[in-house]
């Protein structure tokens, strides 16, 4: 399993930015694939993830109803759309393959993609 991160930028607060997720493998083996992000001398932060199975999708508060996650099977991409940003998105995002993601949280990781900056300015 491979995931390269891709996306990232700069934009001002209010922005909007896509994050792309090319993961080759992931579906064959049966794993979900989620977002994270760490902030500078911050914990990394579960943000999101999709069932490659049922497409079920889990958020964690502070993006829900901002972000939104989707799958496209036939470029094996998973998207992270992120709108209204604030200062405090700004972090390094990263995905990561996982088992399960689930309507009430994510599972364990197993791949990591490299990770994609995202800088929002006030």
């Known amino acids: 399993v491979q995931l390269q991160a891709s996306g990232g930028g700069m934009v001002q607060s209010g922005g909007s930015l896509r994050l792309a997720c090319a993961a080759s493998?992931?579906?064959?083996?049966?794993?979900?694939i989620g977002w994270f992000r760490q902030a500078p001398e911050k914990e990394r932060q579960e943000l999101s993830c999709?069932?490659?199975?049922?497409?079920?999708?889990y958020y964690t508060d502070s993006v829900k109803d901002r972000f939104t996650i989707s799958l496209d099977n036939a470029k094996n991409t998973v998207y992270l759309q992120m709108n209204s940003l604030k200062p405090e998105d700004t972090a390094i995002y990263y995905c990561a393959t996982l088992w399960p993601c689930g309507a009430n949280g994510m599972g364990s990781t197993s791949y990591w993609g490299q990770g994609t900056l995202v800088t929002v300015s006030s």
């Open positions: 999709i069932s490659s199975r049922d497409r079920t999708t």
């Open positions: 493998g992931f579906a064959e083996d049966g794993s979900d």
